[in-house]
């Protein structure tokens, strides 16, 4: 899959509202405004133009929802990120909080070859440096992590 035509602001807030789903919270408007440390009309703007996108679903008084498409461009970004935190990590040495805003930097440009080859040449890891687990993409499929050990 190819990168997608989000900016970083955009990205970041596909990354953000994933990660609150993952964590089992929500991502209302005023949850993200505090995570970002904006206002809400500010987060509002910004899901106008993912909803433009195709990748944000708005209805009024709800939390904003992923679409299909936007649930697999938040995974792609997510996956991107979390590789090259590891890689950052791992092969380059860096501690885990510079790896993980290095990575914020270009996780959502990074092309899937690339990424794809860092998980090879770190035998597809299981998980980031903070402990979350990650989804390997082959195919176009989504496939579960390799158990590590052995």
């Known amino acids: 899959m190819p990168k997608s035509d989000v900016s970083g602001i955009e990205a970041a807030y596909l990354k953000e509202a994933y990660r609150m789903k993952e964590s ?4 209302s408007v005023s949850a993200l405004a505090h995570e970002f440390g ?21 209805t009024p008084w709800k939390a904003p929802t992923l679409t299909k498409e936007g649930l697999a461009e938040a995974r792609r970004i997510i996956h991107s990120h979390r590789v090259l935190e590891v890689y950052y990590g791992e092969a380059l ?8 805003a290095e990575a914020s930097k ?5 092309g899937t070859k690339a990424v794809e080859r860092m998980c090879d040449t770190l035998h597809h890891p299981a998980h980031c440096l903070h402990g979350f687990t990650i989804e390997h993409v082959r195919n ?4 579960k992590p390799r158990p590590s050990g052995g």
């Open 106 to 110: 270009i996780d959502y440009l990074v």
């Open 140 to 143: 176009g499929r989504l496939t």
């Open 93 to 100: 040495g860096l501690d885990r909080a510079y790896a993980c």
């Open 24 to 27: 089992g919270r929500l991502p």
């Open 38 to 58: 904006v206002t809400m009309p500010s987060v509002i703007d910004v899901l106008r133009k993912l909803e433009r996108k195709g990748l944000v679903r708005r």
